[in-house]
Structures are given as structure tokens and as C-alpha cells.
């Protein structure tokens, strides 16, 4: 597989088992955060180790903090106060 | 990556999607999401777009290209876009065309729902990298883009 150059926008398919679903309508995620549309669940068994490996790669750093809380994973657009469509 | 990549492929190949868009990129999207309606003889037939509701459905039996490009044009210029893709296995669900054709036009009941909790959902994203706290420290961003439920415990 050819690694794309960079500034090659690529984008991610991961699997997830869904514990919490805000998509229809924007929600705070935490206390003190603007609403955005968001997504959270458990990814398959090896999903996050084989994503950190490459995203870390990808983006050349030794390490990064993601929003990975009891192995559930959030997917969230932007907050709806910066929302540039709709 | 690449061995999930495959593997989600194929489960959409061989199923039917219904495709809700936001109004605001009804414009651009390309003439071949439109797909050809069948006939009950099985034969195609000409293009025939499913509009309803103030959304863009569109009915599908997708191959691997068809995809790529559907998330390259969804997903190009607005992470704030959230296309829902309900993905319908008419074989499981027994459906005749008519059936699944009202589905489309009358927008349910799959896209205007949130998927249950338990549901098998396939998200599709971008990664993002800053900086943030007090730290400085280098944080992971995951961008929605899309997402497509594959089995919803609502179904249940």
C-alpha cells in the first residue's frame, strides 16, 4: 500500500458498538462545552492499539491524548456555534 | 485498516442503502448516486431520483468505487454534515421494492432516528491534531463525517 503524500485528506471506517447517540440533535458532551453532534461507542477487540500506531505515525508524534474513556470512542463534529453549513 | 476496510465493503456491497443529505448538498452531489430502479422483471431501468421529505434519498446497491466516491463528495468541504446511511439488507428483512421505495420517499424510519445503544454502527471520520490544556499537550481529534447503522437494536 502507498502511503499518500502529504496534506492527502484520508478518511477513517471504523466499527463501533454504540453507547451514546446524540446525531439528530447538537448536545454538551461535557459541562462547559458548546453542543455539537456526536457519536460514542466501543471499538472491535485491537481496533484503538492498530489506530494509535497509525494515526501517531501519520501525524509524528511519539504520543497523544484522545478522547478514549473506558474504551468507548467519541466521533463529534464541530460545536454548532462554528457550524459553517445548515 | 485495510482488512476492516475490505471486510465493511463487501457487507455493503451486497446490501441497499437509503441515503439522507442535507438540502445544502443536494447540489453536489454526482447524477450516478441516482440509482436505476428495477424493474420487477429484475432488468434495469432508467435513473429515478427518491426525493421526500426535504432530503435527498437515494436507493442503492453500491459497489467498492461507488463508495469512495460518495464519501469523497459527502465529506469534502463540511465535517458539520452528517450523512446517515441506513443500511437495509432486503434479503433479511423481506422487502419488497415498493416497500423499500416508500421507506425512501417518507424518510422512515431509519435516518430520523438515533441509533439504540448496542447498535453496530460504522463511522467514518478524520483524525485532527491539536494542541491543548494548560500542558500544551498534543490531542487526537475524530471528526465525524458519516455514519451508517448496521444493525439497530431498534430492529430488535
Redesign the interface.
Given at each position: 500500500?502507498n502511503c499518500p503524500s502529504p496534506g492527502y485528506?484520508?478518511?477513517?471506517?471504523?466499527?463501533?458498538?454504540?453507547?451514546?447517540?446524540?446525531?439528530?440533535e447538537p448536545k454538551s458532551q461535557f459541562q462547559k462545552s458548546k453542543p455539537s453532534?456526536?457519536?460514542t461507542?466501543i471499538v472491535?477487540p485491537y481496533?484503538w492499539e492498530?489506530?494509535s500506531a497509525?494515526?501517531c505515525m501519520?501525524?509524528r508524534?511519539p504520543?497523544?491524548?484522545?478522547?478514549l474513556t473506558e474504551g468507548k470512542?467519541?466521533?463529534?463534529?464541530?460545536p454548532v456555534s462554528?457550524?459553517?453549513?445548515? | 485498516?485495510?482488512f476492516?476496510?475490505n471486510l465493511?465493503l463487501s457487507i455493503l456491497t451486497y446490501s441497499h442503502l437509503i441515503i439522507s443529505v442535507?438540502p445544502?448538498?443536494k447540489d453536489a452531489l454526482p447524477s450516478s448516486i441516482f440509482m436505476p430502479s428495477p424493474s420487477k422483471a429484475g432488468s434495469s431501468s432508467s435513473a429515478v431520483p427518491l426525493i421526500g421529505h426535504g432530503k435527498l434519498a437515494a436507493k442503492a446497491s453500491l459497489n467498492s468505487d461507488d463508495i469512495g466516491m460518495l464519501?469523497?463528495v459527502l465529506?469534502d468541504s463540511?465535517?458539520?454534515?452528517?450523512v446517515?446511511v441506513r443500511v437495509i439488507d432486503a434479503r433479511r428483512f423481506n422487502l419488497t421494492w415498493e416497500e423499500e421505495a416508500l421507506m425512501g420517499l417518507t424518510g422512515r424510519p431509519s435516518y430520523?432516528?438515533?441509533?439504540?445503544?448496542?447498535?453496530?454502527?460504522?463511522?467514518?471520520?478524520?483524525?485532527s491534531?491539536y494542541e491543548g490544556g494548560a500542558e500544551g499537550?498534543?490531542?487526537?481529534g475524530?471528526?465525524?463525517?458519516?455514519?451508517a447503522v448496521?444493525n439497530d437494536r431498534k430492529d430488535a
Open positions: 500500500m485528506p484520508v478518511l477513517l471506517l471504523s466499527l463501533i458498538c454504540v453507547t451514546d447517540s446524540s446525531l439528530l453532534k456526536f457519536i461507542g472491535l481496533e492498530r489506530m497509525v494515526l501519520a501525524f508524534e504520543s497523544m491524548n484522545a478522547p470512542l467519541t466521533f463529534s463534529t464541530k462554528d457550524m459553517a453549513c445548515e | 485498516m485495510t476492516h476496510l465493511i442535507s445544502s448538498k464519501f469523497a465529506c463540511c465535517t458539520d454534515v452528517i446517515a430520523d432516528q438515533e441509533p439504540g445503544v448496542g447498535s453496530l454502527v460504522l463511522v467514518a471520520w478524520t483524525a491534531r499537550r498534543v490531542n487526537l475524530c471528526n465525524l463525517n458519516w455514519v448496521l
